[in-house]
């Protein structure tokens, strides 16, 4: 058993990251969770963290990294940029560069600050969007560096890194909040909480996911 049962989740509220935050209150003894705030495009999705934390009755850390828009000007922070997925090894519009070095060194330092050794995480490389930083060798890599910086023990967790949508979908599920995941979450680019709009790139392999998901449930009854 790990003698320290503290984590913090990296919280976006949507699908990924509240299963993360599920996932997590099943696996540790305290659990509190942190949004970077960065001028994305829809502010709708602080809000809908912030519902999320007080309703599963988490701690909930929102940190301005609006520098992250000032250096890196994308389709997620500003609406004159268009959503599109990339084509011929270019990276999706959507990248922002750096993000996730930047969430995680944060979101250790914050577990520093509260005493956790645990970081928990949703990236996947399974359903590659074409994000680098999403990759096992990156998180990997930064654990180390993290440990190194701190001269600490932290362990990054991604419990949904081998995992297609569908499976994420079964994880949520297997703990008892497919429900809450399908209606409260939001991972729609157009701010459309649940289901979402149904035409964004985030939607579309969201409803994928959900679909292939219920088609095998079915099938396994
Ligand atoms: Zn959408």
Redesign the pocket.
Known sequence: MEKNKKAVVVFSGGQDSTTCLFWALKDFDHVEVVTFDYDQRHKAEIEVAKEIAEDQNVKHHVLDMSLLNQLAPNALTRNDIEVKDGEDGELPSTFVPGRNLLFLSFATILARQIGAKHIVTGVCETDFSGYPDCRDVFVKSLNVTLNLSMDDEFVVHTPLMWLDKAQTWEMADELNEFEYVREKTLT???G?RGD?????P??ELRQNGLDTYLERKEVNS
């Open positions: 729609c680019y157009n459309v979402g709009c149904g035409d964004c985030a939607c």
